[in-house]
Structure formats: structure tokens, C-alpha cells
């Protein structure tokens, strides 16, 4: 029943930006948490950012620290990657994901999944 489609990806330079979103549909999501993962080509998915939907904690992987911004519109039911400074490492396919145990956010083996948006920045 929940259903998530992120769009924004595509082709950006060494240095520069990308704003991400993901539609969120299905509920109110007033007791879940949201999250950004990505995959590259041959490795495992992994944890970017996480929002809480209610409130708008937020936490951040390592390499998201300083560059990345997740946000969200109640509102609108969106939620929002803002990625600065991309570097090649950066690409991959980038997913969006609701839970509603908080516990968990960062697992990527549960949760339910959008399609993913591509994101791919040149050397």
C-alpha cells in the first residue's frame, strides 16, 4: 500500500549538485521514518540519510556528512536529497525507503523500496 517514487537523478560534473525526491503515497507516515540508500554496480545497497516524519531528526552515513541534506514536506508528502560537492564515488542508483521501526532504518533488507533514480557524476 505504501508506494515511493524518487525522481531527480541523472548526469551531473565532478563538483556539482543534485536535488532528489521521492513521492510518497499510501499513508500518513506520521509514525514512520524515511530514508536515502544507494547502490553502485556490483556492490551492496547502503545507507545515505534518514529522517524521522514526525519531528524531522535527521542522521547521516559518514559519507554524506557535510555534503548531503535530507529533508521532508508533510505537507506535500514528499522527502528531499540535496547533494553538494558530488564526487564519482557519489553514483550509483539512489532509493528511497519508509519503516516504521526506527531501529531499522538502516538495514537495507527491510522496509519498503521505491524504483530508484539514477545518479551518475563524471570524472
Known amino acids: 500500500q505504501v508506494q515511493l517514487v524518487e525522481s531527480g537523478g541523472g548526469l551531473v560534473q565532478d563538483g556539482g549538485s543534485l536535488r532528489l525526491s521521492c513521492a510518497a503515497s499510501g499513508s500518513t507516515f506520521s509514525d514512520y521514518s524515511m530514508a536515502w540508500f544507494r547502490q553502485a554496480p556490483g556492490k551492496e545497497r547502503e545507507f545515505v540519510a534518514a529522517?524521522?516524519?514526525?519531528?524531522?531528526?535527521?542522521m547521516y552515513a559518514d559519507a554524506a556528512k557535510g555534503r548531503f541534506i535530507i529533508s521532508r514536506d508533510a505537507a506535500k508528502s514528499m522527502v528531499y536529497l540535496e547533494m553538494y560537492s558530488l564526487k564519482p564515488e557519489d553514483t550509483g542508483v539512489y532509493y528511497c525507503?519508509?519503516?516504521?521501526?526506527?531501529?531499522?532504518?538502516?538495514?537495507?533488507?527491510?522496509?519498503?523500496w521505491g524504483q530508484g533514480t539514477q545518479v551518475t557524476v563524471s570524472s
Open positions: 529522517i524521522r516524519w514526525s519531528g524531522g531528526t535527521t
Open positions: 525507503k519508509a519503516d516504521l521501526q526506527i531501529k531499522a532504518i538502516t538495514d537495507p533488507k527491510f522496509g519498503s
